[in-house]
T-cell receptor
Framework: ETGVTQSPTHLIKTRGQQVTLRCSSQSGHNTVSWYQQALGQGPQFIFQYYREEENGRGNFPPRFSGLQFPNYSSELNVNALELDDSALYLC??????????????FGQGTRLTVV | AQSVAQPEDQVNVAEGNPLTVKCTYSVSGNPYLFWYVQYPNRGLQFLLKYITGDNLVKGSYGFEAEFNKSQTSFHLKKPSALVSDSALYFCAVRGSFTGRRALTFGSGTRLQVQP
């Protein structure tokens, strides 16, 4: 196990609703990234937080937003849910101070189904 | 822009035989390359990474990967496959010049090891 925990593990929402997913990073890790993995595809980068600031964003609309807290845990918020938002959402933590060659450690994911 | 290609959707190998899962990449600057494995309904588990130095990188569970700069490849290998190696494998890259810490993943290769 990586020490990265995500909640909830499964979630069913209705189109148009809002959802919040949570992630606790591995102890000592100050960087959290969020990825969306649609069925049969590789993970796609949503955004990254380093020391409570967003420091990178992928090609996702503004209705995808996030937060990082002083304890380095993080939230992913998605507003106005669409059917295509159905996916596995993965949180990854790493020690950002060590640069681009640092591996990220992933949680088990949250399976979001939008109906 | 950075990208990863995993040309095989699935690789089948008999238990005890060597296995290779292919990956090619495109990136600005020096590549930082990673392999992850995903078991059903689980997050991604880090296997190994290439930063610099020896072209043959050894990782977890007997896996290794060979970096080839001229062919921009980073193939995953194991001398003797186990049935328990059956899973989904992802190659990922970060480039030193992108200024982004995001990992770019390939589409994944399903490894099936037959008893």
């Amino acid at each position: 196990e990586t020490g990265v925990t995500q909640s909830p593990t499964h979630l069913i929402k209705t189109r148009g609703q809002q959802v919040t997913l949570r992630c606790s990073s591995q102890s000592g890790h100050n960087t959290v990234s969020w990825y969306q993995q649609a069925l049969g595809q590789g993970p796609q980068f949503i955004f990254q937080y380093y020391r409570e600031e967003e420091n990178g964003r992928g090609n996702f609309p503004p209705r995808f937003s996030g937060l990082q807290f002083p304890n380095y845990s993080s939230e992913l918020n998605v507003n106005a849910l669409e059917l295509d938002d159905s996916a596995l959402y993965l949180c990854a933590s790493s020690l950002g101070d060590r640069g681009l060659n640092t591996e990220a450690f992933f949680g088990q994911g949250t399976r979001l189904t939008v109906v | 822009a950075q990208s990863v290609a995993q040309p095989e959707d699935q690789v089948n190998v008999a238990e005890g035989n060597p296995l290779t899962v292919k990956c090619t990449y495109s990136v600005s600057g020096n590549p930082y390359l990673f392999w992850y494995v995903q078991y059903p309904n689980r997050g991604l588990q880090f296997l190994l990474k290439y930063i610099t130095g020896d072209n043959l990188v050894k990782g977890s569970y007997g896996f290794e990967a060979e970096f080839n700069k001229s062919q921009t490849s980073f193939h995953l290998k194991k001398p003797s496959a186990l049935v328990s190696d059956s899973a989904l494998y992802f190659c990922a890259v970060r480039g030193s010049f992108t200024g982004r810490r995001a990992l770019t993943f390939g589409s994944g290769t399903r490894l099936q090891v037959q008893p």
